[in-house]
């Protein structure tokens, strides 16, 4: 069994699915607040009543108040009210520690058939 091309095909599947992200979609609705889930890649924010600050991650900060919609990536939303959130862009690896191992699996598989070669090259020239 070719082991070396399972763990290859592994590690190309798992950079292929960290970076895809699905056009999958959910609506939230929030009276105070709400935190972003990093899965997601994008929010819609809409006030529909009451008085909202919106804190991005990057640390500049929003009041949006009834009727204000924005859209945003990483928040945290805190205020009074109600809010509708649509989050858009749904990742199934949304850091970085799948590129780790992608890169041990690739490495693995690499190494098992290119030692998997040489052996059978070594076979070739010990009984010809």
Known sequence: MRLGIIFISIGILLIALGEI??????????????????WYQKAKITVITGNF???EYNGSTKTL?????????????????????????????????????????LAIGITLEITRII???VKRLQFP
């Open 21 to 38: 992200t699905f056009p999958l979609s959910s609506t939230v609705y929030t009276n105070n607040t709400f935190i972003t889930p990093p």
């Open 53 to 55: 600050t919106l804190i």
């Open 65 to 105: 108040t009834a009727g204000n919609s924005t859209t945003v990536s990483n928040f945290v939303l805190t205020g009074n009210g109600n809010a509708s959130i649509i989050l858009e862009g749904y990742k199934i690896f949304y850091n970085g520690e799948y590129k780790k191992f992608a890169i041990i699996f």
């Open 119 to 121: 052996i059978r090259k």
